[in-house]
């Protein structure tokens, strides 16, 4: 079982940044393949980013240049660095772990990120 604690959620303008950090407990956060999803209202779920175990990293075509994925080992972290925020970024942000290109094991409870113009 992985317990994932969200934080760093907010009210933001367009063209801003917030950071986003989630921490795991539970298991061995090295051997966990990490990631980001939001989900905005009347829509789905949908996939943000990820980092694996293997340090490989990949982002969803919307926020590919303008979101940074990073993980710390040693404090079981991980977090998300979003920039150039757009209105369209505005959802819930759900950090997720045991994620792989199809499914996800452990849902954090989710951080609201808001962008206003």
């Known amino acids: 079982q992985v317990q994932l604690v969200e934080s760093g959620g907010g009210l933001v303008q367009a063209g801003g940044s917030l950071r986003l950090s989630c921490a795991a407990s539970?298991?061995?956060?090295?051997?966990?393949?990490m990631g980001w999803f939001r989900q905005a209202p009347g829509k789905e779920r949908d996939f943000v980013a990820r980092?694996?175990?293997?340090?490989?990293?990949s982002y969803g075509d919307s926020v590919k240049g303008r979101f940074t994925i990073s993980r710390d080992n040693t404090k079981n972290t991980v977090h998300l660095q979003m920039n150039s925020l757009k209105l369209e970024d505005t959802a819930v942000y759900y950090c997720?772990?045991?994620?792989?290109?199809?499914?996800?094991?452990?849902w954090g409870q989710g951080t609201q990120v808001t962008v206003s113009s």
């Open positions: 997720a772990a045991d994620v792989t290109p199809s499914t996800v094991t452990y």
């Open positions: 539970g298991r061995t956060f090295s051997t966990l393949n």
């Open positions: 980092f694996t175990r293997t340090g490989i990293k």
